[in-house]
Nanobody, 123 residues
Framework: VQLQASGGGLVQAGGFLRLSCAAS????????MGWFRQASGKEREFAAA????????YYADSVKGRFTISRDNAENTVYLQMNSLKPEDTAVYYC?????????????????WGQGTQVTVSS
């Protein structure tokens, strides 16, 4: 499966962005999906994940209550709605796909990655 992330940009603290990740090449509903992020000089970390059907979601504590992951299997797209953004949310955001049924927070479970989209939150 090929993944194309978009929607990043520059926003002020307290603002919002919605990231999209369009999938192609395989049956999208066969994959659990995740969003990860990597700040400059830091390791890539988990942000949010959603199960194949969209029934189950999982969030990192740092984004819980502010970010919402969703998917549209008819449109082969997964979204990340990011509200109340903070400067510490600044990172390159990556979408990823896993053959797992469930929403997983573990990077190594994801075999397919998009190219990343930059999110910058100014204070």
């Amino acid at each position: 499966v090929q993944l194309q992330a978009s929607g990043g940009g520059l926003v002020q603290a307290g603002g919002f962005l919605r990231l999209s990740c369009a999938a192609s090449g395989r049956t999208f509903s066969n994959y659990a999906m995740g969003w990860f992020r990597q700040a400059s000089g830091k390791e890539r970390e988990f942000a949010a994940a959603i199960s194949r059907s969209g029934t189950n979601t999982y969030y990192a504590d740092s984004v819980k209550g502010r970010f919402t992951i969703s998917r549209d299997n008819a449109e082969n797209t997964v979204y990340l709605q990011m509200n109340s953004l903070k400067p510490e949310d600044t990172a390159v955001y990556y979408c990823a796909a896993s053959f797992a049924m469930s929403a997983l927070p573990t990077l190594r479970e994801y075999g397919y990655w998009g190219q990343g989209t930059q999110v910058t939150v100014s204070s």
